[in-house]
């Protein structure tokens, strides 16, 4: 079982920045690519990014690639998402996922999810 808890949320301007955390625990985080995924009222989950196990392989949606950047920790057992140039559109629910490091895990940016965060709120004022 691997635990995933969110942190950083909250509220910005337009053009603001926020780092949002993943921290892990558990079984071993090493064997776990790490998606961010987000949830606008009204929308759908989509997938925000995603990284592989060992860092090396990242992945990113059309609609945050320039200005989204994540990255890994593996001594922290912790993923980290720099939103840079935030737009109101980026309003929602974060959440962290864990999902079983695969050969196509990265590309599917990270489906199917293992184990779900409970998400931290983001919201960006125009």
């Known amino acids: 079982q691997l635990q995933v808890v969110e942190s950083g949320g909250g509220l910005v301007q337009t053009g603001g920045s926020l780092r949002l955390s993943c921290a892990a625990s558990?079984?071993?985080?090493?064997?776990?690519?790490i998606g961010w995924f987000r949830q606008a009222p009204g929308k759908e989950r989509e997938g925000v990014s995603c990284?592989?196990?060992?860092?090396?392989?990242?992945n990113y949606a059309d609609s945050v690639k320039g200005r989204f950047t994540i990255s890994r920790d593996n001594a922290k057992d912790t993923v980290y998402l720099q939103m840079n140039s935030l737009k109101p559109e980026d309003t929602g629910v974060y959440y962290c996922?864990?999902?079983?490091?695969?050969?196509?895990?990265?590309?599917?940016?990270?489906?199917?999810?293992?184990?779900w965060g409970q998400g931290t709120q983001v919201t960006v004022s125009s």
């Open positions: 996922a864990a999902a079983g490091q695969g050969l196509y895990t990265v590309q599917r940016m990270c489906a199917p999810v293992n184990y």
């Open positions: 558990g079984t071993i985080w090493d064997d776990y690519a």
């Open positions: 990284i592989s196990n060992s860092g090396s392989s990242t």
